[in-house]
């Protein structure tokens, strides 16, 4: 199981995107140079953003994106469905039902769901709970303190000047 790298780069730009002012932007060009990453690849994950609601665009010049809610209320789940989709991550092909003994009607499996998948989903939904306590807020609060200070302030120094 491994999501994909722009579920990283969502939640690293997502939290630049927090001490910006409610009525400014940054620009994707902005997210992208900072991250040493091409604008398009960046676009493509921020087109899925917008379309979940995360994130809003804003037309013109000095366009760009900014949170569209809360950063409270932005769990990292939000932003894995909206990158990833929301398919679940095992895909249940019911192969018990081409096993010798199901083949010829020696048995059949009835109503019963796959134990297998069961667990499967059953554990998926543990990890979404985790990823749905974990917000952009809590991720900022945290880099606060593993972060040295003048790394967290050059870097909001870089969005406020950038927005300019």
């Known amino acids: 199981m491994q999501y994909s ?4 780069y ?4 997502l939290v630049y995107l927090i001490d910006v002012p409610s009525k400014e932007s940054v620009g994707i060009k902005d ?4 991250q040493g990453l091409s604008e398009t690849f960046l676009s493509k994950v921020f087109g899925k953003l917008s379309k979940a609601g995360i994130v809003s665009s804003v037309p013109g010049v000095k366009g760009g994106y900014r949170l569209s809610k809360s950063p409270e ?8 469905e909206a990158v990833e989709g929301p398919k679940p991550i095992f895909q249940c092909k019911n192969i ?3 096993g010798y003994l199901y083949r010829d009607g020696v048995c059949s499996s009835g109503t019963s769901s796959c134990v297998i998948n069961l667990a499967m989903l059953s554990a998926e939904e543990k990890m ?5 306590s974990k917000t952009l807020s809590w991720l900022n609060e945290e880099l606060d303190l593993v972060l040295p200070k003048q790394i967290r302030e050059d870097t ?3 969005f406020s000047k950038s927005s300019i």
């Open 96 to 98: 018990k039902d081409n």
């Open 10 to 13: 969502a939640l690293h730009c």
């Open 128 to 132: 979404r709970d985790s990823l749905r």
């Open 156 to 158: 909001r120094k870089y």
């Open 5 to 8: 790298v722009g579920v990283e």
């Open 31 to 34: 997210l992208a140079e900072f």
């Open 73 to 80: 209320d932005i769990s990292f789940w939000d932003v894995v």
